[in-house]
């Protein structure tokens, strides 16, 4: 990196921040996990602001239903995978970062190894059961853990976990969500989302990921910061830790691809756990189950010999059915169809 850092005059100019808060930034690493709407912004801004590592964790590839608010990417890499596209854009913004993209996903079996390289992790995903995953990992291994999540118009902002001058760490996730994965909150695809906010949620995050590194004691650890784009209003409320004891790493749902799928399809029992109307209108086969009648039908489920693959719109919804058979059935191979079906070619 150029060391008259002449392309951060502006930053360093800001009263408390100058020369040292600059090679703080230089010599931090942090990882990014989810390159989608939060993602985006956020590791545009790091990069841009000179942080020297970033590491870009995600398995999706570039889809039409992403570009309304992942603006890194354009309709002419549609099919392309989103960490690849990405990491080429971001060094070409700053080509003194150094930037590492990882085309995985984030699982109980490599989650502790990954983020062990990186000072900070940020988490921009889209699902419950990874937000916990990192959160649980980040509280073992002693990392803080910048939190975003966004629905509809509302967003939320919080940093996990961080050291404080006491030797104690902030609360993490399950203080504040103890019963995360059995949320019934949809995703953005399901539920919707004002592109405009996973800009203003992404780049609070960037904002939180840099005050960590420089030092400040402005942060927002110990708090959640909310906003409502619609209504303009902000606040920031106050937590507390609870007595919520981490001791391990949960499970992490198998997935399918809907390519793996298709040509064994007939080796697999196929549920669809939306409702019967969902069904109705399309479906790829199989027995249709509604996820809040799965428990009615343990008695089938528990007949079944062959490997099972549940399907939803999203994914969402197949991922908690997963969870709930596997909770009552953990000798059985159970996977849930990645993404659901919203994209397959009908």
């Known amino acids: 990196m150029d060391t008259s850092f002449e392309r951060y005059q502006c930053q360093i100019a800001l009263p408390g921040f100058g020369l040292e808060s600059q090679e703080l930034l230089k010599n931090a690493k942090i990882l990014i996990v989810g390159m989608g709407g939060l993602g985006c912004p956020s590791a545009q801004y790091l990069a841009s602001s000179g942080v020297g590592t970033i590491g870009i964790a995600d398995d999706d590839m570039v889809s039409l239903s992403n570009l309304h608010r992942q603006i890194l990417y354009i309709p002419d890499e549609i099919g392309a995978y989103k960490v690849d596209v990405a990491a080429k854009k971001l060094k070409q913004q700053n080509p003194s970062v150094s930037i590492i993209p990882y085309r995985l996903r984030i699982t109980s079996s490599n989650v502790m190894k ?36 966004i629905y509809q118009h509302e967003g939320q902002v919080s940093i996990w976990n961080a050291l404080q001058k006491d030797g104690s760490y902030s609360p993490n996730y399950r203080d504040v969500f103890p019963n995360a994965e059995e949320s019934q909150v949809p995703n953005c695809r399901e539920g919707g989302v004002i592109p405009t906010l996973a800009g203003m949620v992404g780049c609070m995050q960037a904002n939180e990921a840099i005050k960590h590194l420089i030092g400040s004691e402005e942060t927002l650890a110990g708090k959640l910061w909310m906003i409502n784009v619609m209504s303009g209003k902000t606040q920031i409320i106050k937590l507390r830790k609870t007595s919520v004891q981490i001791s391990g790493l949960p499970q992490t749902v198998q997935l399918i691809s809907f390519e793996e799928f298709m040509p064994n399809q007939k080796k697999f029992e196929i549920i669809d756990v939306r409702t019967w109307e969902e069904h109705q209108q399309f479906n790829i086969g199989g027995k249709n189950i ?54 397959i070619p009908r």
Request: charged share 30%; with cysteine.
């Open 114 to 149: 990954l983020i062990s390289e990186f000072d900070l992790i940020i988490e921009g995903t889209d699902n419950f059961e990874t937000k916990c995953l990192l959160n649980d990992a980040c509280v073992l291994a002693g990392k803080p853990l910048v939190y975003g999540a």
């Open 290 to 343: 509604p996820l809040n009648e799965l428990d009615k039908h343990y008695p089938f489920i528990s007949s079944i010999s062959n490997s099972i693959v549940i399907y939803c719109q999203s994914g969402k919804r197949s991922m908690e059915a997963v969870r709930k058979i596997k909770k009552e059935f953990p000798e059985k191979e159970v996977f849930s169809l990645k993404n659901g079906i919203d994209e």
